[in-house]
């Protein structure tokens, strides 16, 4: 006499199968979860990374000077200003830091002339310098929190009475830094550009 009683099995294989599906279920929901939160976080770096790229980390502290040519003075020979970082701006290596000039006519790169603190007198034509460091012990071109740097640009043109330019700043890491400014109806000396 043969016993077929299948009953016990098929309860015993259905649950079987419902195990392997919430096993599969769960690494299926790991594998997802991990994704995500991988996914999640290179969005972060990128949020992060586009923030630093697209803000600039600079800013014009006081006015802006144009110093007038030693014989009228008639025109506008060359630019000062002063830059210092914005709150929570990162450092800015001036070393790798460079300038445009532009104006109606007129668009130019400017060289850096010297290696740190410069003179005055040295920032000749189609040049800029750092002409002064304030707070700066270390004496390198590395603008920190609290440091000030003075920089004088000789425009490869002369800034004629009431013309508009434009002095790009473009740190290595960052936006540049655009100053628009107008020379006044009449030149002087010193003039304070607006």
């Keep these: 006499m043969k016993l077929n009683k299948e ?66 003075p008639t025109y506008i020979d060359k630019v000062r200003f002063t830059v210092g970082l914005t709150a929570g701006g990162s450092p800015v290596d001036f070393s790798q830091t460079t300038l445009t000039y532009s104006d109606s006519t007129n668009v130019s790169r400017l060289d850096r002339q010297g290696t740190t603190l410069v003179v005055e007198a040295d920032v000749l034509s189609g040049q800029w310098g750092v002409i002064r460091m304030a707070n700066n012990d270390s004496n390198d071109l590395l603008l920190e929190n609290q440091e ?47």
């Design 148 to 194: 000030q740097f003075t920089i004088l640009v000789d425009p490869i043109d002369q800034i004629d009475a009431n013309q508009d330019f434009e002095i790009q700043v473009r740190p290595a890491v960052g936006t540049a830094y655009a100053i628009e400014r107008s020379a006044p109806a009449r030149i002087t000396g010193v003039n304070t550009l607006y």
């Design 7 to 72: 009953e016990a099995f098929t309860g015993l294989e259905a649950a079987i199968v419902l195990i392997a599906f919430v096993v599969v279920a769960a690494v299926f929901s790991y594998v997802v979860l991990g994704a995500g939160f991988f996914t999640t976080q290179k969005a972060q770096e990128v949020v992060y990374t586009s923030v630093d790229q697209a803000s600039s980390s600079i800013e014009i502290l006081g006015d802006v000077y144009g110093l007038g040519d030693s014989v009228g």
